[in-house]
Nanobody, 115 residues
């Protein structure tokens, strides 16, 4: 089992920044990749960014150039630096960890961008 705990969400004005953190614990030795997803009200959950154990990253087109995903292997933590936030970035952000055969989700952290 893998446990994921997100933090760092909150209320921010448009154009502002937030940094989300996701701390992993448990059977983390075989995690292949970790990522961030988000779900806005009335919409499906979507991929925001992912980072592999090798450090390769991938981003949704809507966040490229504004968001940066990174990981600290010593702390078993993944970060999502979000800059130039827009109203449409408002969502619950979920951390995800991928192991062979299954993935794990955190409970989510709410990000609200106001005008």
């Amino acid at each position: 089992q893998v446990q994921l705990v997100e933090s760092g969400g909150g209320l921010v004005q448009a154009g502002g920044s937030l940094r989300l953190s996701c701390a992993a614990s448990g059977s983390i030795f075989s995690i292949n990749a970790m990522g961030w997803y988000r779900q806005a009200p009335g919409k499906q959950r979507e991929l925001v960014a992912v980072i592999t154990t090798g450090g390769s990253t991938n981003y949704a087109d809507s966040v490229k150039g504004r968001f940066t995903i990174s990981r600290d292997n010593a702390k078993n933590t993944v970060y999502l630096q979000m800059n130039s936030l827009r109203l449409e970035d408002t969502a619950v952000y979920y951390c995800h960890a991928e192991r062979p055969l299954r993935g794990y989700w955190g409970k989510g952290t709410l990000v609200t961008v106001s005008s």
